[in-house]
């Protein structure tokens, strides 16, 4: 049996070829879908960072404000992949006797954690008087240089280095470093920003850890960020999943189409085989075992090529590599392999109508 | 003879027609149906990240400095600039005026009263439309109606109760929605009255205010009063001010050109900046339509909106592309192998004194001829499944209609696709049925 | 065996005229050399069997007659012209006017109906005539099943349409591979006459056959063996021919 299944291969190596390449392509495209879909919660969540804090952690009581090591607690908490940036705020009268609000913050953190942020340059860590001014907030400074602003008597000069803009809130305040926020006005930060990477699961997980370690703040996602993030990956997820049935469809039906056409080709051996005493279950045993040969090569090529090709649209798309992921051979196996075996079925049940004697006088 | 030739084989072999015209038709099934996604997943996208509220602000450009720590309003202006209410229609004659899908004003009042049971009540309050039309879409304008507000701006805001509604607001009564943690407490619910003072020695006036319901916002708003904004004008005494307009805009994501100062540009390149939908060129449209205004993105929405845009449509395009590829292969394959099962067929032609163009043409014009009329179908079944994914995935958007997804210019793009797939498909075979020697085929008992 | 014919001097009468035709076949075990030097000549109106086991160039012969393959070397003259000399288009027009093909399997379009199969070859040839489509039919007594399928009709009435196809282009050589080759008994004797009564309306019929009893109808037997022409008894004057 083994040595006529190989001949066969060989002998219509065209046609054997042919059929190869269709599984090729079927496991292939059932490869990368599958490994991009696999993929695609991830990156899209990613993508949604860019957003910025979707948990706010507020202190009770804003005078006290939050411990001193709430930082070291959210990120024991939120997870290692969470961006955090504290806020604490004071309102001070610029030069010009406008009042203003005066955020201390760390800009590192900030700078990682709000990408929308647009900035002139941004202040150097090093320098604890440098100062980032918002945009409307600068038409109220005398000098953006040179900022001279009073917090309950204490006068405190800033240089500002660079305009923010964000077109929100933002713009009407004046950021400085923590550290001189702190020892200017004696406040504490009174706000963690938080970005709990993941989806809606995620968020809430963290939150109520949040809620654990800090029992003194108020932990609130932002809502419409959550919200939002988990209705748009669910609804791109879905129009995946769509698309990968319908492109999976679209190649098992000309997989099976061309399997099928060199089974057809195949009558005649068929009829030859039955008249010399093969029984229905051999014959079809052997149209089965030949198609799995070649669903199963078609595997091992498609599972490379569907890899490189999930690769290379995620690094097109979202810029980050999409690994080639062992867990999805096994389905695409099961894909290809009930492709093959419906495709060498198909036909059969079509020749089982045949008489042998018809078609070996060469209908 | 050449089209009864035709003829027949469509009619009489309608089994081995099938077979490519399924793969065909599947084919462009697909390409179709993800393209129509993929050109109008912009619209949707955009439509759903309208959670985010609006991409583009706007307010007096003579304004005071806020002082706001988390949305509260630390030090509230009293006076300062205003924009005027009746200036907003003005945003839909502006050139992306179809674009904007929703306008948001907003004027803060300070509402000083009690309550039924006497509770004194000390809130901020927001005027608000909360479904207003800002144009009936006439159609001598060409202009679509545009009805609008706060509650479709923010739509993660819930609500126990109903919203108020602008056109019951008289002189004496208005209806009011009242912040979560502000209702529970001023313990009132819908059904409830708030009676404002009025404020003494200025023009404000009192008030009935009715409680229709109680809002959960999710931010400081919770604190505060939802009114509708003819009332807060009147509250406040502001007759026509607003101090400030969110606008939710369809935009192109923002590349290195949209960045450009359209100031410093040549007329040319200014131009082709204002005609290209960056917010960037909204708001610089919006600040020519409304005097004194300043229009900004709000770079957290519009920034982000265009990255997840990017990536979602930029995924949606390439899978398109796979299918394509997919579908293209599918056809070539089924051409390929009804091709080759004709190769006797071919080979008796060639005897019979056919020339090798006059067999390729044939089999060429079957395929076109399959490729059309199955390509064409596949159009329609690709549409109504795109309308149909659409319409499943993002449900009730009940604005977009079939015939938005019904997209013209892709037919003759899909079906040239088809055509020019099912020929190149059809080639390699066609070519090979052509080497052959015909005697050899003739001889091969196929 | 070198016994070429005058065709200088008969260019009238020998319709097909091979002169040291030579067939080779280069494929993965060497060159094969399917015809070697064959030289005979047939002219109009005669009826000639060719006869050889298997292997002996016969489907070679049939190829190198019928125009749908050029001798690799020597010279083949179909009704005057030299088919050596042709190009791949001038020899798929010269074979529609000069060749009507019967085969063994009939090759009958299965999706046209006997007059369209019919009408096929006047299509190739230059337009289609269906009065005159249809009296072939009748010719070869299928008046009847004009517009039946292939599948509709028994074995000797589809060789029958095969036999009308090959004759409604008025074609100088009737070339017939096994043409009853897949026939019963019964089918095989209608066929025969019908070849007869072709012949005897004078027309040239080429007959490749391993029936000693088909051979037996043809006025001359050309033996084929190894790829070299065995016996070829030079036909009488076309003027004998006709009864």
């Known amino acids: ?363 | 003879m050449f089209l009864r030739l035709l003829m027949e084989s469509f009619r009489r072999q309608r089994r081995r027609k099938a077979l490519a015209g399924l793969a065909i038709l599947l084919g462009t099934t697909a390409v179709t149906a993800m393209l129509a996604l993929a050109t109008t997943i912009g619209d949707r996208i955009h439509k759903e990240l309208a959670t985010y509220g609006a991409n583009i602000v706007v307010y007096p450009a003579a304004d005071q400095l806020e002082v706001k720590i988390g949305g509260v309003d630390v030090k509230p202006v009293s006076g300062g600039a205003f924009l005027h209410e009746s200036d907003l229609k003005k945003l839909r004659g502006i050139f992306w005026a179809n674009n904007i899908t929703g306008v948001s004003p907003e004027l803060p009042v300070q509402v000083l009263g009690k309550t039924g049971t006497g509770a004194d009540v000390d809130a901020a309050g927001t005027g608000l439309w909360f479904d207003h039309a800002l144009s009936n879409g006439t159609s001598a304008s060409g202009e679509s109606a545009l009805k609008t507000g706060a509650v479709t701006m923010h739509p993660w805001w819930k609500i126990a109760g109903v919203w108020p509604r602008e056109d019951h607001t008289t002189a004496e009564n208005a209806e009011v929605v009242v912040g979560s943690a502000l209702a529970e407490r001023l313990k009132v619910g819908a059904g409830d009255v708030i009676q404002v003072a009025g404020q003494p020695g200025n023009t404000s006036r009192a008030m009935t205010l009715h409680v229709v319901g109680v809002a959960s916002t999710g931010d400081s708003l919770d604190n505060g009063l939802l009114l509708p904004l003819n009332a807060a004008q009147r509250i406040a005494g502001t007759p026509d001010a607003v101090r400030r307009i969110e606008v939710s805009a369809r935009t192109k994501p923002e590349d290195a050109f949209a960045r450009k100062d359209p100031d410093s540009l040549s007329p040319k390149l200014k131009e082709i900046w204002y005609c290209r939908p960056y917010a960037n060129s909204i708001a610089y449209q919006i600040r020519e339509a409304i005097p004194g205004a300043r229009a900004e993105q709000i770079r957290q929405v519009e920034q982000s909106e265009g990255t997840v845009l990017k990536r979602i449509s930029g995924l949606m395009w390439l899978i398109s592309g796979a299918a394509l590829l997919a579908a293209a292969f599918a056809v070539s394959a089924a051409m390929a192998t009804t091709i080759l099962e004709r190769q006797a067929e071919i080979g008796l032609m060639r005897s019979l004194g056919a020339s090798k163009t006059t067999v390729a043409m044939l089999f060429y014009a079957e395929a076109g001829l399959l490729a059309i009329f199955a390509g064409g179908l596949g159009y329609l079944a690709g549409s109504g499944l795109a309308a149909w994914l659409g319409a499943r995935i993002f449900e009730g958007d009940g604005g977009v209609a079939l015939h938005s997804l019904l997209i013209p210019v892709l037919f003759p793009v899909v079906v040239a696709l088809a055509l020019v797939v099912a020929i190149a498909g059809s080639t390699p075979a066609i070519r090979r049925a052509l080497t052959t020697d015909p005697s050899a085929i003739l001889r091969a008992n196929v | 065996m070198d016994n070429p014919i005058d065709l200088e001097t008969r260019p009238d009468c020998a319709v097909i005229a091979l002169h040291k035709v030579t067939r080779e076949y280069t494929g993965h075990a060497g060159t094969v050399r399917a015809l070697d030097h064959a030289s005979f000549s047939i002219v109009a109106g005669e009826w000639v069997a060719i006869t050889g086991p298997s292997g002996s160039g016969k489907s070679t012969l049939v190829n190198l007659i019928g125009c749908l393959d050029r001798p690799t070397d020597g010279e083949l003259r179909i009704d005057g012209a030299n088919v050596a000399t042709m190009s791949a288009t001038e020899l798929d027009s010269f074979r529609a006017d000069k060749i009507g093909f019967i085969f063994q399997q009939f090759h009958l379009i299965p999706y046209l109906s006997a007059l369209e199969n019919v009408m096929l070859a006047q299509y190739f040839h230059s337009m289609t005539d269906e009065k005159e489509a249809r009296a072939a039919l009748e010719r070869v007594g299928l008046g009847h099943r004009a517009e039946h399928l292939p599948s509709e009709m028994s074995g000797g009435e589809q060789q029958r349409a095969c036999i009308a196809r090959a004759l409604i282009n008025n074609p100088p050589i009737l070339l017939a591979d096994e043409p009853t080759g897949n026939l019963d008994a019964a089918n095989q004797k209608i066929v025969a006459e019908l070849l007869q009564d072709l012949h005897a309306h004078g027309h040239t019929i080429v007959m490749v056959t391993h029936d000693p009893e088909m051979a037996s109808l043809a006025q001359r037997r050309i033996a084929l063996s190894h790829g070299k022409v065995f016996c070829h008894p030079v036909g009488g004057p076309v003027v004998s021919l006709k009864k």
């Open chain 1, 1 to 363: 049996m083994g040595a006529m299944l190989r001949r066969s291969l060989v002998h219509r190596r065209a046609r054997s070829l042919s059929a190869l390449v269709a599984l090729t392509v079927s496991a292939a495209v059932a490869t990368a879908l599958l490994t991009l879909y696999a993929d695609l919660d991830s990156k899209l969540h990613h993508e949604f960072r860019s957003f910025g804090a979707n948990v706010v952690v507020t202190a009770a009581d804003t005078s006290k404000g939050l411990p001193a090591d709430a930082m070291d607690r959210v990120h024991a908490a939120a997870g290692a992949d969470a961006q955090a940036a504290e806020f604490g705020y004071a309102v001070a009268t610029t030069d010009r006797g406008t009042p203003v609000v005066v955020a201390g913050t760390d800009f590192a953190a900030v700078r990682g954690l709000n990408s929308w942020w647009k900035v002139d340059a941004w202040p150097s860590a090093a320098d604890a008087t440098t100062a980032l001014l918002g945009q409307r907030a600068a038409q109220f400074v005398g000098n953006e240089r040179n900022v001279e602003l009073t917090f309950a008597g204490h006068p405190m000069t800033l240089h500002g280095v660079g305009r923010l803009h964000t077109g929100g809130d933002e713009d009407s305040r004046i950021y400085i470093p923590m550290t001189a926020f702190m020892t200017w006005t004696g406040a504490k930060p009174s706000i963690v920003e938080v970005q709990v990477p993941g989806g809606s699961a995620q968020v809430e997980a963290a939150i109520a850890r949040l809620q654990q370690t800090m029992p003194g703040a108020k932990v609130e996602p932002v809502r419409q960020l959550v919200e939002g993030e988990k209705k748009i990956v669910d609804k791109t997820h879905a129009l995946m999943y769509g698309a990968v049935l319908l492109i999976a469809l679209t190649v098992a039906v000309s997989v099976l189409a061309t399997l099928s056409a060199s089974v057809l080709e195949r009558r005649r051996d068929f009829a030859l085989m039955k008249a010399l005493g093969g029984s229905q279950s051999t014959l079809m045993a052997m149209f089965l075992l030949e198609a799995l040969v070649l669903a199963l090569g078609g595997v091992v090529g498609g599972y490379v090529i569907g890899s490189a090709a999930a690769w290379t649209i995620s690094q097109l798309d979202f810029h980050t590599a999409t690994l080639p992921r062992l867990g999805v051979v096994p389905l695409v196996l099961l894909v290809n392999l009930s492709i093959a075996a419906f495709a060498a079925l198909f036909p059969v049940r079509v020749l089982r109508r045949l008489e042998p004697a018809a078609l070996l006088k060469g209908e």
